[in-house]
Antibody, heavy 116, light 112 residues
């Protein structure tokens, strides 16, 4: 059974940083791309970043380019999202998903609130 | 960026009756590999989204056969043949053909 467990969310002031983690199980982590998607309160879904099959195979939404960095640790089956220079409009539930061109499985999400 | 436009944004339906949601993309979703990476996702209240349909018309594992997808190029449709109470939620189309990945605004399905 595929499981994705996100953590690391919380309350942070504008300009601050957070690192989200997503521990994956139930599939061969190194064989699949992984994607972060976020959902602001009461809003729709927004693609954030995708980690492909290699360290150089990363993609970002314009809204987070230069501030967020996606990475993975294959020894821990864990996907990360380092978020710097956070803004109020980054407030959202952040989902970790398995997939590249289709998002097969989703975690429960971790809530990031950026507020002073 | 490819813009995904869904209609309607709200769909009140009677239990047991059909429902249909349209999704239009601002450019063709046909990939250079010949596939069309159009997916449909369902988000029930308080739950994360889940994949229903991928590559236009393929039902994902465990998805009931009352859900079906169709379309080509830039116009796509999700149909629910007979709406059940558990189908209440918001439905999104998503394109995986090009970066950035983009979603439709979402269509809320509710029971009349």
């Amino acid at each position: 059974e595929v499981q994705l467990l996100e953590s690391g969310g919380g309350l942070v002031q504008p300009g601050g940083s957070l690192r989200l983690s997503c521990v994956a199980s139930g599939f061969t982590f190194t064989n699949y791309a992984m994607t972060w998607v976020r959902q602001a309160p009461g809003k729709g879904l927004e693609w954030v970043s995708t980690f492909g099959r290699g360290d150089d195979d990363t993609y970002y939404a314009d809204s987070v380019m230069g501030r967020f960095t996606v990475s993975r640790d294959t020894s821990k089956n864990t996907l990360y999202l380092q978020m710097n220079s956070l803004r109020v409009d980054d407030t959202a539930l952040y989902y970790c998903t398995k997939g590249w061109d289709l998002l097969q499985y989703w975690g429960q999400g971790t809530l990031v609130t950026v507020s002073s | 960026d490819i813009v995904m436009t869904q209609t309607p944004l709200s769909s009140p339906v009677t239990l047991g009756q059909p429902a249909s949601i349209s999704c239009r993309s601002s450019q063709s979703l046909v990939h250079s590999d010949g596939n069309t990476y159009l997916s449909w996702l369902q988000q029930r209240p308080g739950q994360p989204p889940r994949l229903l349909i991928y590559k236009i018309s393929n039902r994902f594992s465990g998805v009931p056969d009352r859900f079906s997808g169709s379309g080509a190029g830039t116009d796509f449709t999700l149909k629910i043949s007979r709406v059940e109470a558990e189908d209440v939620g918001v439905y999104y189309c998503m394109q995986g053909t090009q970066f950035p990945r983009t979603f439709g605004q979402g269509t809320k399905v509710e029971i009349k």
